[in-house]
T-cell receptor, first 113, second 113 residues
Framework: GNSVTQMEGPVTLSEEAFLTINCTYTATGYPSLFWYVQYPGEGLQLLLKATKADDKGSNKGFEATYRKETTSFHLEKGSVQVSDSAVYFCALMLNNAGNMLTFGGGTRLMVKP | DAGITQSPRHKVTETGTPVTLRCHQTENHRYMYWYRQDPGHGLRLIHYSYGVKDTDKGEVSDGYSVSRSKTEDFLLTLESATSSQTSVYFC????????????FGSGTRLTVV
């Protein structure tokens, strides 16, 4: 079946540190890949996406590259801010799967000033 | 705004009572979804809809029913609420396949006492 595995959190960083949140997937086909962010007390918001191998999604200083050879979609940011503290979810969608998103378990990021 | 609203935002109810949560969209999207979010479990799909009167079960559908009589409204009903259904419930909408992803509502925090 299809699944998404994320590194367990919480991840605690100091402001301006480099961030990597690992995400790997298993899929029967060629999925689109997404990162969602959830700020405290809110719903999930789409952060970035990539639809085919070697695509790079980017938004708000975050980026992730679709790596088919390693089935990965790791999220990176060069310099985190306190305002980036949130829960980050990796997800995949197969085009032939009724528009269903499969989510990873989420990774909580805490950024300290 | 994103064009999706959930009501109520918070609800406390007693065990054994029926409860209905409402998701309303103004985007005319075909697909609508209900998820629950619990610590340690991430997001789990309860039910989804792929059109008016067309619904299907997700991975945690026991004890829940849904209805979609209009494109814009997707109702989630807990037939007889139990304490295990205390959770945060999110509705999501999607307009199409693949790269569109989902837009999430702000969530309903339900407490069953």
């Amino acid at each position: 079946g299809n699944s998404v595995t994320q590194m367990e959190g919480p991840v605690t960083l100091s402001e301006e540190a480099f961030l990597t949140i690992n995400c790997t997937y298993t899929a029967t086909g060629y999925p689109s890949l997404f990162w969602y962010v959830q700020y405290p007390g809110e719903g999930l918001q789409l952060l970035l996406k990539a639809t085919k191998a070697d695509d790079k999604g980017s938004n708000k200083g975050f980026e992730a590259t679709y790596r088919k050879e390693t089935t990965s979609f790791h999220l990176e940011k060069g310099s985190v801010q306190v305002s980036d503290s949130a829960v980050y979810f990796c997800a995949l969608m197969l085009n032939n799967a009724g528009n269903m998103l499969t989510f990873g378990g989420g990774t909580r990021l805490m950024v300290k000033p | 705004d994103a064009g999706i609203t959930q009501s109520p935002r918070h609800k406390v109810t007693e065990t054994g009572t029926p409860v209905t949560l409402r998701c309303h969209q103004t985007e005319n999207h075909r697909y609508m979804y209900w998820y629950r979010q619990d610590p340690g479990h991430g997001l789990r799909l309860i039910h989804y809809s792929y059109g008016v009167k067309d619904t299907d079960k997700g991975e945690v559908s026991d004890g829940y029913s849904v209805s979609r009589s209009k494109t814009e409204d997707f109702l989630l009903t807990l037939e007889s609420a139990t304490s295990s259904q205390t959770s945060v419930y999110f509705c999501a909408i999607s307009g199409g396949q693949g790269a569109y992803g989902y837009t999430f509502g702000s969530g309903t925090r339900l407490t069953v006492v």
